[in-house]
């Protein structure tokens, strides 16, 4: 069965990010640090494709991540050459990001979390290395990221590359991921995780009233803040949190919304950024400033709207790229269904570690599916559903 605890974490996480990027309360990031929850989600789900397919989840994961990229490019490559974007090589980057794609005024603005999908690919392509690293020295592993964005903020490394910088600020997460897959955050007793998850919050706290960014108590522009702040979160939510939270489907509707949100996650987290940028000028203009309420909700409100109208034109590319019946909306009726029920998916069954679920048809004893009789069907692994991405 899916870990609807794991389901959960994420929807918050891609919640928060929507509302920051409308809002730009500090505060919430200090609240919830969603970036490294993510980047800690999506470690894990690394970790377990790594254990079931070996370096084969490297293309596995690339599969499932750029074709929704792609359907973004689409539509805003050609508006940007358009409006000024010289058309060199480096346009190929929208294709495969090992590098910030070239963008022009305002589609870098619109498009600026692509920065994030630029992260997640260095990530997933180090995995294999890295995951072998943390099997043979799981400790200095971990610490290592750490170190490296500690050494760089206290100016001991200060021509420190981009690369080298990110994977310092976020990989420690992805790393505290794979100690989750592992059963290692859970298995660690009260009195080491305790102390250690109120040791990095007291430094990343301390960091971060001594070191203030532009717009304050911001932890995106507190790197080092950001990584040890964000550490003891992911400690606490993934060390102790609940094995599941079954709760969730006790609300049909919620429970949709949770599953709407895992399954769309790209979509979301690549198109919400536009829509911010297109309505603050609208809205401003009818008085909705950053000062009032009112206007902060109906922009929330707006921009969730509109990405829920993409959702549903686009979002079934992310079934395409997992290589499942594409559906308008999760849980619905299949693109091109017959009528009910025709390209339903059938209930998860088995489970394949920590936060990871697959699904299969529904098999009754005897072998029998679907009311027929029928010989059983081999176990075929099957890789994790969703692809997490989240920013800000």
Do not use: C
Not at 48 to 77: D, E, I
Not at 184 to 212: D, E, K, Q, Y
């Amino acid at each position: 069965m899916r870990n609807r605890y794991l389901d959960l974490l994420r929807f918050l996480a891609i919640v928060r990010v929507v509302v920051y990027h409308v809002t730009g309360w500090a505060t919430l990031t200090l609240v919830f640090p969603a970036m490294s929850v993510m980047f800690a989600l999506a470690g894990s789900l690394m970790a377990a494709s790594l254990h079931r397919w070996g370096p084969g989840a490297v293309v596995r994961r690339l599969r499932r991540l750029l074709p929704s990229l792609w359907v973004v490019a689409a539509v805003f490559v050609p508006a940007m050459l358009l409006t000024g974007l010289p058309l060199s090589p480096k346009v190929l980057l929208w294709l495969f990001p090992v590098a910030d794609p070239p963008a022009n005024g305002w589609g870098a603005i619109a498009l600026s979390v692509i920065w994030y999908l630029r992260d997640y690919l260095w990530f997933v392509l180090a995995s294999p290395v890295a995951l072998w690293l943390f099997r043979r020295a799981p400790v200095p592993t971990l610490v290592a990221p750490y170190a490296l964005i500690a050494a760089a903020e206290l100016g001991l490394l200060p021509a420190l590359p981009v690369a080298l910088h990110h994977f310092g600020l976020y990989f420690g997460a992805w790393l505290l991921g794979f100690a989750h897959q592992a059963g290692m955050l859970r298995r660690l007793a009260n009195r080491v995780l305790v102390p250690v998850a109120l040791a990095l919050a007291a430094a990343g706290a301390a960091w971060i009233v001594t070191h203030p960014g532009p717009r304050g108590y911001d932890l995106n522009d507190n790197p080092l803040g950001n990584a040890l702040w964000s550490a003891a979160f992911v400690l606490v939510l993934l060390g102790r949190g609940p094995a599941s939270a079954s709760w969730v489907d006790r609300s049909a509707l919620f429970g949709r919304v949770v599953t709407v949100f895992n399954r769309r996650a790209l979509t979301v987290y690549l198109w919400h950024m536009p829509f911010v940028v297109a309505l603050t000028p609208l809205v401003d203009v009818v008085g909705w400033s950053h000062q009032d309420p009112v206007g902060l909700a109906i922009r929330v409100a707006l921009v969730f709207a509109l990405v829920a109208v993409v959702t549903a034109l686009v979002g079934w590319v992310e079934d395409v790229a997992a290589r499942r019946p594409p559906e308008l909306m999760p849980g619905g009726p299949a693109v091109g269904s017959a009528g009910p029920g025709v390209g339903s998916r059938g209930p998860a069954v088995g489970s394949a570690g920590p936060g990871v679920g697959s699904r299969g048809p529904v098999v009754g004893s005897g072998g029998r599916v679907a009311g027929r009789a029928t010989a059983p069907a081999p176990r075929v692994a099957r890789e994790p559903e969703t692809v997490e991405i989240s920013a800000g």
